[in-house]
């Protein structure tokens, strides 16, 4: 079986991370096919949205370790194998912001570590009432710095330090009352409340959101004015599109507006 599998459902694209026996870890077989499978995605104009999950008892656990013990067998230490797990780990969910479509994360069981970074990574989460959440590596003396950059992007700064330095769990409510997550809903609705979400945003008009998503994050590492004058013109550009002009028409002759993508 695939370690990630695929599932199409007209414009959303369901993807599950399919290593169970090792709680979806981040391995570096999982990691290239996220890496793969995440371009295929961006460049199919027909996807308007991904959802992300966990088969199993977990949503993802983070990096595996038994394959970082490994890595300390080479004659540095395992310095150059490390340095290149992170940056590709890195370049992941640099990829998963850099996506036209938005990006679900389904999340059950437990998120830790670089599994939490995904979550945090990810543009909207759901999460089952059970989830805990955890960016617990200090309990094994290694302090989730890369994680520490998505979720400390995510929730107040000293919310995130006291989840980094003491490496206990929240739960799922306390996630949605931080920002973690947008949602939190019972275990066997999951699924359902999922698909709803996505089906609400593939609606929309893929150009639209694609402009938009894109925007987001540029803007939000600018200043106030310069986050101003940019949202501005992509405002113009989008205003400018034949699809944005039928939608306005749409609206104002109260009917559906008709749109090819």
């Known amino acids: 079986m695939a370690i990630l599998e695929t599932r199409r459902d007209g414009a959303v694209m369901n993807l599950t991370m399919n290593a169970p026996e090792r709680l979806n870890a981040l391995s570096d077989e999982m990691l290239a096919a996220l890496t793969d499978t995440l371009d295929d995605c961006a460049s199919d104009p027909d ?7 966990g088969s199993g008892k977990a949503f993802c656990a983070g990096h595996d370790l ?8 080479a004659e540095d230490g395992g310095a150059a194998a490390f340095k290149d797990l992170f940056d590709r780990c890195s370049r ?12 679900i994360a389904q999340v059950h069981g437990i998120a830790t570590a670089a599994g939490c970074q995904l979550v945090a990574t990810c543009d909207l989460a759901v999460a089952a009432e059970d989830t805990r959440f955890g960016v617990n590596g200090v309990n094994i003396g290694l302090f989730c710095s890369t994680p520490m950059v998505a979720l400390s992007r995510n929730i107040p700064r000293k919310q995130a330090f ?6 206990d769990f929240i739960d799922a409510d306390r996630a949605r009352d931080l ?5 939190v809903v019972p ?8 698909a709803a979400l996505a089906d609400r945003i593939a609606a929309k008009l893929g ?8 925007a987001f994050y540029a803007q939000l590492q600018m200043p106030v004015a310069e986050a101003y004058a940019y949202t501005g013109d992509v405002m113009v550009r989008n205003m400018l599109r034949d699809d944005t002009a039928e939608g306005i028409d749409a609206f104002l002759t109260k009917r559906s507006p008709n749109w090819d993508q």
């Open 187 to 194: 275990a066997e609705a999951l699924s359902d409340e999922t």
């Open 66 to 73: 038994r394959q970082m013990t490994a890595m300390r067998q």
């Open 162 to 167: 006291e989840m980094l330095t003491t490496g």
């Open 92 to 103: 992941v969910m640099a990829r998963i912001q850099s996506m036209p479509q938005p990006v």
């Open 207 to 214: 150009a639209a959101v694609k402009i938009g998503k894109e």
């Open 179 to 183: 920002g973690l997550v947008n949602r």
């Open 47 to 53: 996807i308007r949205v991904i959802t992300l999950a």
